[in-house]
């Protein structure tokens, strides 16, 4: 069981690079590092310098987005590579926290109809649902995901510090 915080930081609305202000509008690179031993931190770059090879140390994911109005409300779409994404990254990562991240993450998956539930095995104490994403063929082996026994309102801190974190609603 988790404390109900996955430590990742949010946007600065500043390129990590440079030093400059992302103006609201402007394309930019968002990547997702690793912070200590569990935690991410959001880190974005300014296209040129990401463009010129500029990379963060410890970089675990990264997608393209373009900086929000102030006002601006959270987009209702996120592009769904960005969530695959991340969820395949996280596989084989047994951090309590990033297992947690990516139950939620498969949970979210499921809802927008990426990841279909097959059912579940309990092994030794550990129960795991296993999954198909969508298209794949009923011979494709299943995807194994980790049910970490989060509560309710664990989930539901994950899934607002996701969508923080990659400023959209989930």
């Known amino acids: 069981m988790i404390d109900g915080r996955y430590p990742v930081t949010r946007s600065s609305g500043r390129c990590a690079a440079r030093d400059i202000e992302l103006l609201p509008g402007t394309?930019?690179?968002?990547?997702?590092?690793?912070d200590g031993e569990e935690g991410l931190k959001r880190l974005d770059y300014s296209t040129e310098a990401w463009d010129e090879g500029t990379r963060p140390e410890g970089l675990f994911s990264f997608w393209r987005t373009v900086v929000p109005e102030a006002d601006a409300k959270p987009r209702q779409l996120i592009d769904e590579t960005v969530l695959l994404t991340i969820f395949e990254q996280l596989a084989g990562d047994d951090q309590p926290r990033k297992v947690s991240l990516r139950f939620?993450?498969?949970?979210?998956?499921?809802?927008?109809?990426?990841?279909?539930?097959?059912?579940?095995?309990?092994?030794?104490?550990?129960?795991?649902w296993q999954m198909r994403p969508?298209?794949?063929?009923?011979?494709?082996p299943p995807i194994e995901v980790v049910d970490p026994g989060l509560g309710d309102d664990d989930v539901m801190s994950l899934s607002e510090q996701l969508s923080e974190v990659l400023e959209t609603d989930l």
Not at 27 to 34: D, E, G, K, N, R
Not at 104 to 128: D, H, N, P, Q, T
């Open 27 to 34: 394309s930019c690179v968002a990547t997702l590092c690793q």
């Open 104 to 128: 939620v993450l498969a949970l979210i998956l499921m809802r927008k109809r990426l990841l279909r539930f097959l059912g579940r095995i309990e092994e030794e104490g550990v129960v795991v």
């Open 134 to 140: 969508k298209g794949a063929t009923p011979e494709s």
